[in-house]
C-alpha cells in the first residue's frame, strides 16, 4: 500500500478532528486491537491535537501530537504504523518468517505460505483477514505489517501460495514519512 509513497505528492491535505470523531476512532482501535486499551490515553491523551492526514487512493493517517500512530484505507480497519508496533511489539498477533523472506518482505512483496511453515517461521493461530505484524527469523523489532489471507490453519495445510497481504514495511513511504513537515499544528 506504501510502496510508492510519497508524502509530497500522495498527502492531499490534513485536518485536526473533532473530539467525538476522535473518540470514534480510539474505540474502533480498542475494538481491532484488545492490547491497545491500556495504552490508548497514553498515546492519545486528551486534550492533545488529534489530525487526520488525508492521503490519495482513499487513505487516511492519523497523527497525534507531530506522531503518526494509525491508518486506514477507505472504511477499513484501523492499522497501527510500524513505529507504533515498535514501540508496542504486543499490539499485534505475531507472524515471522523464515531469513529467506526476508530481503522479499522488505521489499513490499506479500508472504508465501512456505516462508511462514519452514523451519525459521512461526505462526500465531489466527482467521483470515486479522492484522498480523510480520517479524524475522533471529529479529526483536516487527519489518512489516500484513492482513491474513488465509487462516493459520490453511496456510498449515496447504503451504501453497501467498498466505499474508503486505501492507506496510520498513522504509516505504510511510515508515519515511516526515510529520513535521505537514505542518499538524
Excluded at 499490539?91 to 526476508?102: C, S, T
Excluded at 508472504?111 to 482467521?127: W, Y
Aim: glycine residues 8%; contains cysteine; aromatic residues 6%.
Amino acid at each position: 500500500m506504501f510502496k510508492k509513497f510519497v508524502a509530497a505528492e500522495q498527502v492531499s491535505g490534513s485536518t485536526q478532528v473533532k473530539s467525538s470523531v476522535a473518540r470514534a476512532i480510539k474505540s474502533k482501535a480498542i475494538e481491532q486491537m484488545p492490547a491497545i486499551e491500556d495504552l490508548i490515553d497514553e498515546l492519545c491523551p486528551k486534550k492533545s491535537a488529534f489530525h487526520e492526514i488525508k492521503c490519495k487512493d482513499h487513505i487516511k493517517i492519523f497523527a497525534v501530537n507531530e506522531e503518526l500512530l494509525f491508518f486506514q484505507h477507505r472504511d477499513g480497519p484501523i492499522i497501527p504504523t510500524l513505529r507504533l508496533l515498535h514501540k508496542y511489539p504486543n499490539l499485534l498477533p505475531r507472524m515471522q518468517v523464515d531469513k529467506g523472506a526476508i530481503k522479499f518482505v522488505l521489499s513490499g512483496a506479500n508472504v508465501m505460505c512456505p516462508g511462514l511453515t519452514s523451519e525459521g517461521g512461526a505462526l500465531d493461530d489466527v482467521p483470515e483477514g486479522t492484522i498480523v505484524g510480520l517479524f524475522a527469523e533471529g529479529k526483536r523489532h516487527a519489518m512489516a505489517i500484513g492482513i491474513m489471507k488465509m487462516s493459520t490453519a490453511e496456510i498449515k495445510e496447504k503451504n501453497a501460495g501467498i498466505g499474508i497481504d503486505g501492507i506496510h514495511c520498513l522504509l516505504d513511504g510511510l515508515w519515511v514519512m516526515d510529520p513535521q513537515t505537514l505542518n499538524l499544528k
